[in-house]
């Protein structure tokens, strides 16, 4: 079907305001944000412009792409609720129009947004998270130590690492043990005092070292001062993983999940629920676009604020659902698959049944 004149005058209205949305709640939303971070800006003396060059410039398209689905639900409502004000709509339809192909520009800038949503998911916006996550870590969040004890690590399929500490400061574990390991047989086992990372050689150097070896009945006992290995480790295993799930690309995000399970470190959900979310939510974009020209198609005697304020209300569900969703993920209480999916589809459903209401 071809475009005519009034699919791109509605196409035209409906990108126009998703724009201004997009500037008008960022606006919004990074002053509060400013708001609530000034003491730590003015604490670490820094400028206004550093902030926006180093903070506000990587927060915004990330807010942008997160509140993607409402954004463009809220746009909807604002073109369709003028529409219908102005009587366009009903003439439209009274042309012989149906209600699907008045939907068909609506559907074409939705499908455009999710589109760009799904590049920015994957990998655009995590690449700005990077730098913005980096920044809260440096400036807003306190300086993070690795506390955990005693602490097991898979560093290979036959290969078992333990430390009985680590400071993530100096890059050094104390009390290490390395264990070669195949079937139920203990074939080496290296133990060190400490463990001290060169970042100059990308080495593991291990300190005041005693090294077992086993053959059958035989056992060979070795020491040495240093000895400088390769391990499937690294400092960045004792960093702060604070919203890490958010810097990693669907690629970084598959390589990570591997190497957590293969660790034996199953606690990685909230990953796989962001893998999932970078396809439900431009789904949820094309839903809740339909669902906003349900709500608005129809002229309303109340005016255009009770129908701005359905909209606004839906988006505040969505929202918490959404949210409410990702938590049940990350704690593993449901699938990744059905933490990401749920909302868009329970409100895919709404929409079919909203359908039924609206004016032929």
Known sequence: MRL???DAYILKKFLSTFVYVVIMLNAIICVIDYSEKSQDFYRNKLSLGFIIEHYYINYIPYMTNLLSPIIVFLATVFVTVRLANRTEIIAMLASGVSFMRLLMPYMLGAALLAVISIAGTTYLVPITNKSRVAFERAFIK?????????????VAPDAYAYMQNYNNFTQTGYQFTLERIIGNQLLEKLSAERIRWDSTSGKWSIENYRLHQFSGE?????????IDTLLRLSPKDFESTHLLHEELTIPEINAYVEEQLMRGNTAVGIFLVQKNM????????IILTFMGVIVSARK??????????IGFLIAFLFIILARMFMSLGQAGSVSPFVAAWAPPLLFGVLAIIMYKTVPR
Request: proline share 2%; no cysteine; net charge positive.
């Open 4 to 6: 005519k004149l009034i």
């Open 142 to 154: 306190e300086r993070y130590f690795y506390d955990a004890t005693n602490v097991h690590f898979r």
């Open 218 to 226: 035989r056992e060979v006992l070795k020491y040495g001062e240093k």
């Open 278 to 285: 970078a396809f439900a939510y431009p789904f949820a974009i």
């Open 300 to 309: 309303s005697r109340q005016g255009s604020g009770v129908q701005i304020a």
